[in-house]
């Protein structure tokens, strides 16, 4: 706690200056405990500075050989707090304030000790200056930010002052301490506080008072002050002295009356009690912060937040002209009028602490309970109760109490807030795309709750003054949401209990005409149709009507209830219906074609045993009328090749029958009858009118194309058709032409013949014979081969197995040195393992194998993968000598691999036996499914 200092480095006199009567006693130390020359404790006592309360020192610390200040005060009712507050004070760090030592209570007094101030007070400064706008604003920053330390501690200092500011230096920009701490106290204290008033820097609300009422209140006092010390650094002089227009340095009773007057107002034609319209012209931002921190209105004068706001020139509320009775809504040292309330709790980072502002009736610090307390809000109050028994709606019975509370607290800032304000919900404007966003929110059940609340009859009703464009549209989206939901309901394309169903149907309620349009243009995309009636006459009517495109928009949400069918699923069932048809089809035409080559065919098909006397007449008739006994071999000959021939066509017709017959059990026989083809016919396709097959077979070849035409994955199956029985028209056609053929020639038979040259004579022994003729000769005895050698001798020959097993240990190759390769030796080495790989299957080889490879002085390899059919290293291992044995397996390099041997050498010698007895090409089985060979 420094008292104001003097020119000489002492105490100043008082930051108020008063008459002769009410100066201070002459002697300074007069009930001092301690004098100027003594020892006390570990300071060495020096001359005594002026102070207004109690004794003040110099001192030197002779351990530290540092100098201080040491302050005496008789022990009073706020020891408690004055000890808290020192201590606070004493264990932080605050720049731009004066350090604090310890503090020592004996005797009935306390002790406290600082650093010695700078010797230059701001009083003395501005005797010679005139603040400008960069002044001010550096000073701001300093004295905002130390004032603000002590407050967040909960601290406040009372006696900011010309005199309690120290000026640290000003050559590069002022920097300057806080002193004066005499009266720094806790602001969070029980009862009443005594505080000493000075009209000149003390606040209205301080004005007259000698004990004041503690609580956050209290810093107002200071952000007051440093207005005042701004305003006076200004000016040149108290501001007091531009409205008396007269010398206010030395303070009087009168001058202190006429001070408190000003900070009472009293003067209803007077200035404010900040005075700052009677200042001379100043700039903008220098009036904005005057008018800030000089509020009559304690709530609503400014504070740290405020400060900085104006040292970042962003825009700030005026409330200079709000009264020092005007009360505002406070809340974490922001305050509000009820209208800047409503704007701020209504945006979404507040939205939660707005709504708990609105029920928290409990909370004295609430809004509501602030609007409670003071009578000039008892309108705002009434507001607020009425809207509060909104609750007990009906439409709004099911809702969770979150979602009515946030409802309420929606219209209750909107009620309460400025004019033309739109309906705000979590800081969002309500309308299509809220409603929209709300519905798609997690969890759903709030969503949906939130949207039905606000398409409420009453609700609409309430807002509809204030937000009439809103109102419209939840009058809207409400009416059209009942009317669809009852036709939908009805039609049973909705569950009313089902969140997600009846949230689906709002959502399409919200959606706008073009909007529709084009969800129904998209669901002709994906949806062939609807079983539903109704809603199959919307979906392909060219135009619709609103409520009935929302329907279908909304019942395409859920195909399977509504009956929606998928083009891919309708091309399915369509691909069903006419795969039955022209199965169907196809046995009828089957049965059709067989009826008709029995009836044209008698020969073969003629009904059993009928058939048989027709052969045996016919044999008959060749036999007699044929020269015999050829004529008998003909004969029956020709029966039996009928009977087989109908054996034969019989039997090629049996799978066909077994698939197209009613009765799959029912085989064809010899003895089948040509009326079962028309049986068969008619159950194949009942009620089918009697048509030709070539009528038939135009149908299936319809539905075959349409089949085909189907969009679907894999592409869809034509229906076979039957077979045209041409082995039935064929043995048909033979057994007539046998017929025929052989009664011509017993007709032919009869006819006289030329004569023929006989056996012996010249004629004859020209003929041509072959029984001299030499045996084909025999090729080459085989030799017995390896596979390697059969493989590349014979082109007929199958890739063989890999049976090569690598072992767990192996000899190891000595490595003598090694050798970049050529190309060409890259080259050979890679054919040469193509070679030695050539005879084993491709997917079952693997491994690594040598590769001999050929070099100048002694033998080498390179080394191959199997499996890849590469070179693992261009490099050539030198070694002693090649493996002894072939198909042996070695470890060279830390890494096993299998020795074959030489590559073999390909020779075509043995090839030409074989080109004579090899099989066709036709013939001959695919490679790939011949047995496979083991080595």
């Given at each position: ?17 008063v ?21 006390w ?7 005594a500075?002026h102070?207004?309360?109690?004794w003040a020192?110099?001192?030197?610390n002779?351990g ?13 009712e ?6 808290e ?6 264990n932080g760090k605050?720049p ?6 310890d503090?020592?209570?004996?005797n009935?007094f306390?002790?406290e000790?600082t ?9 003395e400064?501005?005797?010679t ?6 002044d001010v ?12 330390a002590?407050?967040l501690?909960?601290?406040?200092h ?19 301490l806080?002193?004066?701490l005499?009266?720094?106290?806790l602001?969070?204290?029980s ?5 000493p ?9 301080a004005?007259?008072?000698t ?9 107002a006092?200071d952000?007051w ?7 006076e650094?200004?000016i040149?002089?108290?501001?007091l ?7 206010v ?9 006429r ?11 007077g ?5 700052v319209?009677?200042m001379?012209?100043i700039s ?11 509020s ?5 004068r ?11 020139r ?9 009264t020092?009775?005007?009360r505002l809504?406070?809340w974490?040292d ?6 800047e ?9 507040h ?6 502002q ?15 307390r003071e009578q ?12 509060r028994?909104?609750?007990q ?8 109490v979150e979602v ?5 607290a929606?219209?209750?800032?909107l009620q309460?807030?400025?004019?033309r304000e ?9 309308d ?14 709030e969503g949906l709750a ?8 009453p609700f609409?009703?309430l807002i509809a003054?204030?937000d ?6 939840l009058?809207?989206?409400?009416t ?10 009805k039609?049973?394309?909705?569950t009313v ?8 149907l ?12 084009r ?9 062939a ?5 109704q ?21 395409a949400?859920?195909?399977e209830?509504?009956?929606?069918v998928t ?6 069932e369509r691909?069903m ?14 049965w059709?074609?067989l009826g ?14 009928w ?6 007449g016919l044999?008959?008739?060749v036999?007699?009328l044929?020269?015999?006994p050829?004529g008998?071999?003909v ?17 090629s017709?049996r799978?066909c ?10 085989i064809?026989?010899?003895r089948?009858r040509?009326?079962?083809?028309a ?12 048509r030709?097959p070539?009528?038939v077979?135009a149908?299936l070849?319809?539905?075959n ?14 229906v076979?058709?039957?077979?045209e029985?041409?082995a ?7 057994g ?7 009664l011509g020639?017993t ?7 030329a ?7 010249e ?5 041509p ?7 084909r000769p ?10 390697e050698?059969q493989f ?5 020959s ?7 097993e690598?072992?767990?240990?192996a ?14 030796q ?6 040469d ?7 084993y299957a491709p997917q ?5 194998i ?8 002694e033998p ?7 499996k890849?059919?590469m070179?693992?290293e261009?490099?050539?291992f030198?070694?002693e000598?090649?493996?002894?044995t072939?198909?042996?397996w ?7 691999i ?12 043995m ?6 007895a090899r ?8 490679r ?7 080595p």
């Amino acid at each position: 706690m420094l008292p104001e200092t003097d020119d000489s480095g002492g105490l100043a006199p008082p930051s108020v200056p008063v008459d002769s009567a009410e100066a201070s006693p002459a002697s300074p130390t007069s009930g001092s405990p301690i004098a100027s020359g003594q020892r006390w404790h570990a300071y060495q006592i020096g001359d005594a500075i002026h102070c207004d309360a109690g004794w003040a020192f110099h001192a030197v610390n002779v351990g530290a050989l540092e100098d201080v200040c040491i302050f005496v005060r008789p022990i009073d009712e706020g020891r408690a707090a004055r000890a808290e507050a020192w201590s606070k004070l004493q264990n932080g760090k605050y720049p731009g304030l004066i350090e604090v030592f310890d503090a020592v209570e004996e005797n009935g007094f306390r002790f406290e000790t600082t650093q010695v101030p700078p010797a230059t007070t701001m009083r003395e400064w501005a005797n010679t200056h005139q603040a400008s706008l960069d002044d001010v604003e550096a000073l701001v920053k300093q004295l905002a930010a130390a004032v603000q330390a002590m407050h967040l501690v909960g601290v406040v200092h009372c006696n900011l002052n010309l005199d309690t500011i120290h000026l640290v230096a000003a050559d590069a920009g002022l920097k300057v301490l806080i002193g004066g701490l005499d009266t720094a106290t806790l602001y969070d204290q029980s009862g009443l506080i005594p505080l000493p008033v000075n009209p000149l820097y003390a606040p209205p609300e301080a004005a007259g008072l000698t004990k004041h009422r503690a609580g956050a209140g209290l810093r107002a006092w200071d952000w007051w002050s440093l207005g005042r010390i701004m305003q006076e650094l200004v000016i040149g002089q108290p501001v007091l002295g531009l409205v008396l227009d007269r010398d206010v340095s030395k303070m009087t009773h009168e001058l202190r009356a006429r001070a408190e007057e000003l900070l009472l107002e009293r003067d209803s034609a007077g200035p404010k009690a900040g005075a700052v319209e009677k200042m001379p012209p100043i700039s903008d931002d220098l009036a904005s912060l005057l008018r800030g921190l000089l509020s009559s209105c304690r709530d609503g004068r400014w504070g740290w937040r405020e400060v900085q706001c104006w040292l970042k020139r962003e825009t700030l509320p005026d409330r200079y002209e709000l009264t020092r009775n005007d009360r505002l809504f406070v809340w974490r040292d922001r305050a509000f009028t009820v209208a800047e309330a409503a704007a701020f709790f209504r945006t979404e980072e507040h939205w939660a602490a707005g709504v708990d502002q609105l029920f928290d009736v409990k909370n004295p610090a609430s809004f509501i309970a602030f609007a409670s307390r003071e009578q000039e809000l008892s309108g705002v109050r009434e507001q607020l109760d009425a809207l509060r028994d909104f609750v007990q709606l009906p439409a709004w019975r099911e809702c969770p109490v979150e979602v009515v509370r946030t409802v309420i607290a929606a219209a209750s800032w909107l009620q309460i807030g400025g004019e033309r304000e739109p309906l705000l919900l979590r800081g969002k404007r309500v309308d299509s795309a809220l409603l929209r966003a709300l519905l798609k929110s997690e969890p759903l059940a709030e969503g949906l709750a939130l949207v039905r609340a606000l398409i409420a009859p009453p609700f609409v009703q309430l807002i509809a003054a204030r937000d009439p464009e809103t109102a419209r549209l939840l009058t809207v989206v409400g009416t059209s949401t009942t009317e669809t939901m009852a036709t939908a309901e009805k039609n049973e394309w909705l569950t009313v209990s089902d969140p997600a169903a009846v949230a689906r149907l709002l959502s399409s309620v919200l959606e706008g005409e073009t909007e529709l349009v084009r969800h129904r243009e998209e669901l002709k995309k994906r949806f062939a149709l609807s079983r539903d009636p109704q809603l199959e006459a919307i979906f392909k009517a060219p135009k619709a009507k609103h409520r009935e495109l929302i329907l279908l928009v909304f019942a395409a949400g859920d195909p399977e209830r509504t009956g929606f069918v998928t083009h891919l699923d309708w091309s399915r069932e369509r691909y069903m219906v006419l795969r039955e048809r022209g199965e169907r089809l196809a046995a009828k035409l089957f049965w059709l074609r067989l009826g008709q080559l029995m009836q044209t065919g008698p020969l073969v098909f003629l009904r059993w045993p009928w058939v048989i006397g027709v052969w045996a007449g016919l044999a008959a008739i060749v036999a007699v009328l044929a020269p015999p006994p050829l004529g008998l071999v003909v004969g029956v000959a020709l029966a039996l090749v009928l009977f087989g021939l109908r054996v034969l066509v019989c039997a090629s017709q049996r799978g066909c029958v077994r698939r197209y017959a009613h009765d799959p059990q029912e085989i064809w026989t010899m003895r089948s009858r040509a009326d079962r083809c028309a049986k068969e016919a008619e159950a194949a396709l009942p009620g089918d009118p009697v048509r030709k097959p070539g009528m038939v077979a135009a149908e299936l070849a319809s539905i075959n194309r349409e089949i085909v035409g189907l969009a679907l994955d894999p592409a869809p199956e034509a229906v076979r058709a039957p077979s045209e029985l041409r082995a039935g028209w064929l043995g048909s056609g033979l057994g007539w032409l046998l017929a025929v053929g052989a009664l011509g020639w017993t007709g032919w038979s009869h006819m006289p013949q030329a004569e023929t040259a006989p056996e012996g004579s010249e004629l004859a022994n020209q003929l041509p014979g072959v029984a001299g003729d030499p045996a084909r000769p025999v090729g080459k005895p085989k030799t017995v081969l390896t596979s390697e050698e059969q493989f590349f001798s014979d082109p007929r020959s199958v890739y063989v197995s890999w049976n090569f097993e690598e072992p767990d240990e192996a000899p190891a190759l000595p490595v003598r040195g090694y050798a970049k390769p050529t190309p060409e030796q890259v080259a050979t080495a890679l054919i040469d393992g193509q070679k030695l790989l050539a005879p084993y299957a491709p997917q079952t080889a693997q491994g690594v194998i040598a590769i001999p490879v050929a070099t100048s002085d002694e033998p080498g390899v390179m080394l191959y993968d199997v499996k890849r059919r590469m070179l693992l290293e261009r490099r050539i291992f030198k070694l002693e000598q090649l493996p002894a044995t072939d198909r042996s397996w070695h470890e060279l390099n830390r890494r096993k691999i299998l020795y074959l041997g030489e590559p073999p050498e390909l020779s075509l010698e043995m090839w030409a036996d074989e080109s004579a007895a090899r099989p066709s090409p036709a013939a001959e089985p695919a490679r790939a499914e011949r047995p496979v060979a083991t080595p």
